[in-house]
């Protein structure tokens, strides 16, 4: 729920800027890439850095 908060409270202005389909679309980009990323990860640590 702190993440659903944060983000909208991130988002929400940017949407309404920019409009909100442009805006879901990058952030759905965004979390496919670091979803990829995530999978080179090769231990807890480098998975944190890859997410972050």
Do not use: C, H, Q, W
Not at 23 to 45: R, V
Request: hydrophobic share 60%.
């Amino acid at each position: 729920m702190l993440a659903f908060g944060v983000f909208t409270i991130l988002f929400g202005p940017l949407g309404d800027r920019y409009g909100k389909t442009k805006i879901i679309n990058i952030a759905a980009f965004g979390t496919a890439i670091f979803s990829m990323l995530g999978a080179f990860a090769f231990n807890l640590p480098s998975l944190i850095f890859l997410e972050l």
